[in-house]
């Protein structure tokens, strides 16, 4: 059982082998599956940085079991991933299938294409091969780029009140002289509880008979009210962590509330704002149920496209815009992992 | 000797203490109150006039108001006398003319049918000759269509015009009213909102126990890797919760067709036959995977804000006394992490049993949830208000998990990341 031993270089020595077993193998089938043998090298390589080495005497037993820990872990996080990672590949098929083709797994050059990337620009629009009012054709008429201005134009102003109203609440709610506040909180929570379609056909009902339904108006004020949970959740972690004393400080030197607020309070909780609004902006941004009901042709938005494109004609257009999609969410992610940080160290942590 | 300290105006301590603490209350309060009033406006009196739906029934008063009123003082026995009948066709007639929505025979004879199934046509066609229907009513009316000789027509009607009535739930709850007007238990063929609702109950569990399975481990590897590492890690598990719920259930279509990925590799192993390739999408498979993909990070995330506060020595006094692994795990770990596995699984187990999005697009024909169901009856069969009972069925078992969620663990415990 010395092959069991912790020691990062055989275990690097068997994945190689395993991943030139793989290839040999798949060559004598006709053609070489390099794809399939290197993501086997990423996958199986990558947990080796984190396993921790084991001590000496530890038994076989001991060192099976964890093995084969580290292993199912591997495999959860695989199917965490897969399903974001996969899309990005797929987005390039030349061919108009969900589906890897051969060429695609040969690295074939021919087998890749930004045909679907063009199609969202050019779907919708009256004629793509124009040379002159090109961009306004494109700005105006194609589908995608429609409903990707409404999505961020909802989105933002739906953000914008989400956190404006959700902040002013937050800070009512972090008081500890606060009443009601378990009831309080649960109201304002409960947007994120009530399921999307109780919520979305009360509001169109609701929305109809005020005359909102079909409108701009009544798609922000829905996602303004989905987004408040995220606002207030994160703004009060922020101001859980928040020393009172600087308040009574500010005020003992003479600053009205105002005052405060603007130069000590809100310097200090930027960054929970900032992602609570971040939080309500992607709420915004994923949100279809409510569109479905509420919206209307012309105030279609990304996911509202999608769900019709998944539904009616499934093209590898909408794996193209999941693509952009993901890569949005990699920034977003960024944005606030580096919010969380500079936080952290307003507070004095440091990760170790 | 004591004496209660008395400033120069009168005012005890006590009482400008107890002053300034209801002004500081009041405060607090009045910051909250934009958002409690907005949320009022657009979330709590929109559901709450849906839920209203669900047992308003205006239409028999709206289109016969006359007969309405009247047919109440029927006792139910035999048919209802002449008299009745004859406000019945002239309210038929007056209704005839009326085109305003809500108001029209149609919408009367769509109301009767939901009871009575293929009545519909027997309303439509009596009102289209009830101008040249002459005294006495009762038997000209039966003379034209012998149906209106039956006795279930007319307590049908008895019952629906009440402008309050429980007849909704009580087609949402699976029941009928019987020939005699008794409520009694469904044909077992239309039995379908109940059976719905206990396989959404049934999916909901499932998945939450999938759930808890996977987001333990991961859980546990996050909260005990240095954090450099476990950073690193936590992006594999942020990434899929940031990135919007139709990509991921996009990517799972691909994934997991006929022709997809699994069981591209199946075929590539030799595990199944190119022409024996497994269907997994598109049915209740598809959805529990896809769902379970989901929710996952709603079990990571507050697990793991437990066990990082997990003090490690607990388990290696444990392992020193002599514990094996899984004793020490099972008696000292486990019983530590039950909060965050409690706030996990109500979390994910709520949001489970409202979803409608990814059931919509790969459930199929099995993995239809209540909410679509609910759906179903907003957008397609236009029975609103049997789409509203459902709605605060289903809301009813939300509110009493949200509440045990309160209770148990608070509501302001939650985070993310």
């Given at each position: 059982m010395t092959l069991l031993k912790h020691d990062k270089s055989k275990s690097v020595l068997i994945l190689l082998a395993?991943?030139?077993?793989?290839?040999?193998?798949s060559s004598k089938s006709g053609s070489i599956f390099l794809a399939p043998a290197l993501s086997f090298l990423v996958l199986f390589g990558i947990p080796l940085y984190f396993v921790k080495p084991m001590p000496t005497y530890a038994s076989t037993g001991d060192r099976l079991s964890r093995y084969s820990f580290v292993a199912i872990c591997t495999f959860i996080f695989i199917f965490l991933i897969t399903p974001i990672l996969i899309i990005v590949p797929l987005s390039f098929n030349a061919e108009p299938y969900f589906t890897f083709t051969e060429g695609m797994l040969n690295f074939e050059a021919n087998a890749f294409s930004l045909r679907w990337y063009e199609d969202i620009v050019h779907n919708g629009m009256v004629d793509p091969d124009a040379v002159s009012g090109w961009w306004g054709d494109m700005w105006n008429n194609a589908q995608w780029i429609r409903s990707?201005?409404?999505?961020?134009?909802?989105?933002?102003?739906?953000?914008?009140?989400?956190?404006?109203?959700?902040?002013?609440?937050?800070?009512?709610?972090?008081?500890?002289?606060?009443?009601?506040?378990?009831?309080?909180?649960?109201?304002?929570?409960s947007p994120m509880i009530v399921p999307l379609v109780i919520t979305a056909t009360g509001m169109f009902f609701f929305y109809s008979s005020i005359n909102l339904a079909k409108t701009y108006t009544g798609v922000i004020l829905a996602h303004a009210t989905l987004g408040i949970p995220f606002v207030i959740i994160t703004v009060t972690a922020t101001l859980s962590g928040f020393d009172r004393t600087l308040i009574k400080a500010s005020q003992g030197l003479g600053a009205r509330g105002w005052m405060t607020f603007r130069r000590v309070i809100m310097p200090l909780i930027m960054p929970g704002m900032i992602s609570g609004a971040l939080f309500a902006f992607i709420t915004s941004l994923d949100e279809v149920v409510a569109v479905i009901f509420i919206a209307d042709v012309e105030q279609r938005t990304i996911p509202r496209q999608m769900f019709s494109g998944?539904?009616?004609?499934?093209?590898?257009?909408?794996?193209?815009?999941?693509?952009?999609?993901v890569l949005l969410s990699i920034v977003l992610l960024t944005v606030m992992e580096l919010l969380r940080r500079r936080s952290e160290r307003m507070r004095g942590i440091t990760p170790s | 000797m004591s004496q209660a300290i008395i400033p120069i105006d009168n005012v005890t301590l006590k009482e400008r203490l107890s002053k300034a603490t209801r002004v500081q209350r009041r405060r607090a309060l009045l910051l909250t109150m934009p958002l409690v009033i907005f949320l009022i406006i657009s979330f709590v009196l929109p559901i709450g006039e849906m839920l209203w739906r669900s047992v308003h029934n205006p239409t028999v008063s709206n289109v016969v108001p006359d007969f309405a009123v009247a047919i109440q003082k029927w006792d139910g026995q035999n048919l209802p006398s002449e008299a009745i009948f004859e406000l019945f066709v002239n309210d038929l007639v007056a209704a005839k003319k009326n085109r305003e929505i809500?108001?029209?025979?149609?919408?009367?004879?769509?109301?009767?049918?939901?009871?009575?199934?293929?009545?519909?046509?027997?309303?439509?066609?009596?009102?289209?000759?009830?101008?040249?229907?002459?005294?006495?009513?009762?038997?000209?009316?039966?003379k034209l269509n012998k149906k209106w000789a039956n006795h279930t027509l007319w307590l049908s009607l008895q019952r629906n015009a009440k402008d309050i009535t429980p007849g909704f739930y009580v087609?949402?709850?699976?029941?009928?009213?019987?020939?005699?007007?008794?409520?009694?238990?469904?044909?077992?063929?239309?039995?379908?909102?109940?059976?719905?609702?206990?396989?959404?109950?049934?999916?909901?569990?499932?998945?939450?126990?999938?759930?808890?399975?996977?987001?333990?481990?991961?859980?546990?590897?996050?909260?005990?890797?240095?954090?450099?590492?476990?950073?690193?890690?936590?992006?594999?598990?942020?990434?899929?919760?940031?990135?919007?719920?139709?990509?991921?259930?996009?990517?799972?279509?691909?994934?997991?067709?006929?022709?997809?990925?699994?069981?591209?590799?199946?075929?590539?192993?030799?595990?199944?036959?190119d022409d024996g390739r497994v269907q997994m999408i598109y049915?209740?498979?598809?959805?529990?995977?896809?769902?379970?993909?989901?929710?996952?990070?709603?079990?990571?995330?507050?697990?793991?804000?437990?066990?990082?506060?997990?003090?490690?020595?607990?388990?290696?006094?444990?392992?020193?006394?002599?514990?094996?692994?899984?004793?020490?795990?099972?008696?000292?770990?486990?019983?530590?992490?039950?909060?965050?596995?409690?706030?996990?699984?109500?979390?994910?187990?709520?949001?489970?049993?409202?979803?409608?999005?990814?059931?919509?697009?790969?459930?199929?024909?099995?993995?239809i949830l209540i909410s679509n169901l609910i759906a179903y009856h907003i957008q397609k069969s236009l029975n609103w208000s049997l789409g509203a009972a459902l709605s605060a069925i289903l809301l009813g078992t939300v509110l009493i998990l949200y509440w045990l969620y309160n209770k148990l663990i608070g509501i302001d415990n939650l985070k993310f990341g």
């Open positions: 395993v991943t030139l077993f793989i290839l040999i193998w990707t201005r409404n999505s961020f134009f909802i989105a933002t102003i739906s953000a914008l009140i989400a956190t404006t109203l959700g902040t002013i609440a937050a800070l009512g709610l972090s008081r500890p002289e606060m009443p009601y506040r378990a009831l309080i909180t649960s109201l304002l929570i998944i539904r009616e004609q499934i093209s590898p257009t909408i794996l193209a815009v999941a693509s952009i999609l | 809500g108001k029209t025979v149609g919408n009367l004879a769509t109301r009767i049918n939901y009871d009575i199934p293929g009545s519909r046509s027997l309303f439509t066609s009596t009102a289209r000759k009830a101008t040249n229907l002459k005294a006495p009513f009762k038997e000209s009316l039966i087609a949402a709850l699976d029941l009928k009213y019987d020939d005699q007007g008794n409520v009694v238990q469904a044909d077992e063929l239309y039995q379908i909102y109940m059976s719905n609702f206990i396989k959404t109950l049934e999916i909901s569990a499932l998945i939450t126990f999938i759930c808890v399975l996977l987001a333990y481990p991961i859980a546990y590897v996050l909260s005990t890797l240095p954090l450099r590492q476990s950073n690193l890690l936590m992006i594999l598990v942020l990434l899929p919760f940031w990135t919007s719920l139709l990509v991921r259930t996009t990517s799972w279509i691909a994934i997991l067709q006929t022709e997809g990925l699994v069981n591209d590799i199946f075929v590539f192993l030799g595990i199944l036959a049915n209740q498979t598809g959805t529990v995977i896809a769902m379970v993909h989901i929710l996952l990070p709603f079990m990571i995330l507050p697990l793991y804000s437990v066990m990082k506060t997990i003090n490690p020595t607990y388990m290696k006094a444990a392992l020193s006394m002599g514990a094996k692994q899984s004793y020490a795990m099972r008696r000292v770990y486990l019983p530590q992490t039950i909060p965050g596995l409690a706030a996990g699984t109500l979390l994910v187990f709520i949001l489970a049993i409202g979803y409608y999005i990814t059931p919509a697009l790969v459930g199929g024909e099995d993995g």
